[in-house]
C-alpha cells in the first residue's frame, strides 16, 4: 500500500496463503537477502561476504560449555571460529577469502 507520505509501504505477509496484517516486515535470510531487491521496489540491501565452510556438530548439552574461539589469519588470509552453544551444538567456521562481495556478486555467486 501506498503510506500517507507516498511511499509504499508493507502492510500484511501472505503465510500459507492467508494475509497477516503487520506493522513491519523483517527479510533476514542470511547472504540471500539481497534477493529481497526482486520483491520491493526501489530496495537496495547493503550487505557485504566472505567465502567460508561451516560445519556443525552436534554433542550432548552437558558435555559443551557456551563459549567462542577466534583465531588470528594466517599467512594465506584464512581464520577459523569455533562457537560453542549451551545446546550442543559446536559451529566451526572457516573464513577463506578476505574479499567482500557486493550484493551482485552475492546474487550471482554459485556454490
Not at 577459523?80 to 556478486?105: D, H, P, T, W
Request: hydrophobic fraction near 40%; proline fraction near 2%; glycine fraction near 12%.
Amino acid at each position: 500500500q501506498h503510506g500517507s507520505d507516498g511511499h509504499r509501504r508493507v502492510t500484511g505477509v501472505v503465510v500459507d496463503g492467508d494475509v497477516v496484517p503487520c506493522d513491519a516486515a523483517v527479510v533476514a535470510l542470511g547472504p540471500w537477502s539481497v534477493m529481497a531487491e526482486d520483491w520491493f521496489t526501489g530496495l537496495r540491501v547493503r550487505m557485504r561476504g566472505t567465502l567460508g565452510t561451516v560445519a556443525v556438530y552436534s554433542r550432548h548439552a552437558e558435555d559443551l560449555a557456551s563459549g567462542i574461539a577466534i583465531c588470528e589469519r594466517d599467512e594465506h588470509g584464512r581464520a577459523l571460529m569455533a562457537v560453542a552453544r549451551n545446546n550442543g551444538e559446536m559451529y566451526c567456521l572457516g573464513i577463506q577469502s578476505q574479499k567482500a562481495f557486493s550484493g551482485e556478486e552475492l546474487r550471482n555467486l554459485h556454490v
